[in-house]
Structures are given as C-alpha cells and as structure tokens.
C-alpha cells in the first residue's frame, strides 16, 4: 500500500485510481490508513466477496492474500499479479492504456 502511495502522483497523471480492499471494519481501515499515510479509499470487504471474486481468499483463510488488479475504464481486468506489486509492470501497462485512451 505504502508503494501505491509513493506513486499515487503518476498513477493521476496517467488518469489512473487506487483504490484498496480488505476484510477488516471501516474503523479499523480508516485507523490504518491514517498510520501509514495513505491517502486513497480502502474499502471494507468483510463478506470477502470481492476476494473470491479476484482469487484471494483461500479456504479456511481469513485474510486475502495480497494481488494486485488493474482494470480498465470499460471495466476489463487488464492485469493481476499475486504479492508484492511489480511498480514498474503497472506504471508501463498504465502508460499504455492512457495511450490507447488517448488515440481513441
């Protein structure tokens, strides 16, 4: 989340959105988020539906395991990556779709 953060200024120059999800209480979201300076929403999720939808929430496991998605204006994922985000990967795919958005 903290890498998002840094990056939050490209991703807007890029007409991009960061938004998180977990499974914990909105107090305990917004408690969070203060502490690490995060700026974006966190959404609360404790139904874990989103997590099963994006494959991170395994059986009998409580938590998600981190992933990182981007989906596109229309809504199609575009790219999805289990751990720790690759900030390179997705600054050029965001490159990318804010260039194709542009020729359009």
């Known amino acids: 989340m903290e890498g998002h953060q840094r990056n939050l200024y490209l991703y807007d120059r890029l007409n991009a959105r960061v938004a998180g999800v977990s499974r914990d209480q909105v107090a305990t979201l917004e408690y969070w988020a ?4 995060l700026t974006f929403p966190i959404i ?6 989103l997590g099963i939808w994006f494959g991170t929430l395994e059986e009998g496991y409580p938590m998600f395991s981190r ?13 999805m990556q289990t751990g720790s985000p690759d900030f390179r990967e997705i600054l050029t795919l965001l490159k990318q779709l804010h260039e194709e958005e542009a020729k359009r």
């Open 34 to 37: 203060e502490e690490m300076g």
């Open 44 to 49: 609360s999720n404790p139904i874990g539906h």
């Open 67 to 79: 992933k990182t998605v981007v989906i596109d204006k229309w809504g199609v994922i575009r790219y």
